[in-house]
């Protein structure tokens, strides 16, 4: 089959880093949905600058680009994950934050509850984004330019990784701060050097779950499956385990390769790709066989993440 076209030249919603030719290629699709640090100027905000930094997941494209050695397209955002979360369901909005009613149903989950939905109202605990209401229309254009295209690119890249070798895995990855803070569920505990997400087996197979997970915990770092993340939108929406297509959210902890209060790497950044190339070498060994394994749906979790 032709693989299917992304958007040619540069896009205002994603930067795209391409699988070499010259390399083996594993059946893998790898996105960073918060690594881009830049808040638009356009845009007024009440937060500071330090608070609006916090949420970013400072160098996650660049430190996966570099394990994944070009065995893999890597898509990062080019929007900061403030302005508008592709990481939250489509209509995860906070009725309160907008200037008017919105031309359809909303579902508000528990984190716009918490301030972190789809357009966040918190910075951070008692940090306000916005000093007013904001307009349907500007949501509807934070939507149609940076949110769909980036779905849009993502469902491209593992459908044609799909059609090159009739399965996937896709590693949506992020960073996590050492201890979670108050916007958290857990609050004041520390966390461990990774979290690997599956939705409780909804967006892969648990064989695939457990085999990253073992391969993490292998280059002697300690790995939590589902604690105190369990996945969101981009592995609710892109996992199809029983179509051969499994996604996995993956949180590593900041304070393995940088400094948390000033987002800059430390020696352990160089390790930590170490480790992680390593888990995709051996992970290289197993996949193909591992990911053409019939699969049977998980019962569904009795609480939605």
């Known amino acids: ?11 205002p919603a994603y930067d795209l880093l391409p699988a070499r030719s010259d390399v083996a290629l594993l059946p893998l699709v790898i996105d960073s949905p918060h690594s881009w640090p830049h808040w638009p100027e356009e845009v007024p905000t009440l937060a500071p600058w330090a608070a609006i930094q916090s949420s970013w997941d400072a160098h996650v494209d660049a430190l996966w680009a570099q394990a994944a050695g070009g065995r893999a397209p890597v898509l990062s955002a080019r929007f900061h994950r403030s302005l508008i979360d592709v990481n939250r369901a489509r209509d995860d909005i906070d009725p309160t ?45 934070r939507l149609a330019v940076y949110y769909d295209p980036y779905h849009a ?3 491209t890249l593992i459908e044609n990784c799909h059609q090159q070798f009739g399965h996937c ?21 520390a966390r461990p050097d990774v979290v690997v997400s599956d939705l409780y087996g909804q967006s892969a197979a648990p064989e695939v779950t457990q085999l990253v997970a073992d391969l993490l915990r292998a280059q002697g770092l300690c790995v939590a499956i589902n604690t105190p993340y369990q996945g969101a939108e981009l592995i609710r929406r892109h996992g199809q385990p029983t179509h051969h297509c499994h996604s ?47 699969t049977q749906p998980s019962p569904a979790p009795s609480e939605t993440p």
């Not at 895995?169 to 505990?189: E, F, R």
Request: charged share 15%; glycine share 8%; with cysteine.
């Open 248 to 294: 996995l959210q993956i949180e590593l902890n900041r304070a393995l390769y940088m400094d948390e209060a000033l987002f800059t790497l430390t020696p352990g950044h160089g390790l930590l790709v170490q480790a992680l190339r390593r888990m995709l070498d051996a992970l290289a060994g197993e996949i193909h066989t591992l990911l053409r394994a019939p």
């Open 97 to 141: 934050m907008l200037d008017a009613p919105w031309p359809g149903p909303l579902a508000p989950s528990d984190k716009s509850e918490r301030g972190f939905g789809l357009i966040r109202r918190l910075a951070l605990p008692g940090v306000p984004m916005y000093q007013q209401a904001l307009s349907v229309s500007e949501v509807e254009q």
């Open 169 to 189: 895995l896709h590693l949506d990855c992020h960073s996590m701060k050492s201890v979670g803070n108050a916007m958290n569920l857990d609050q004041g505990l």
């Open 153 to 155: 690119a993502l469902s």
């Open 1 to 11: 089959m032709t693989p299917l076209p992304l958007k040619s030249g540069p896009s």
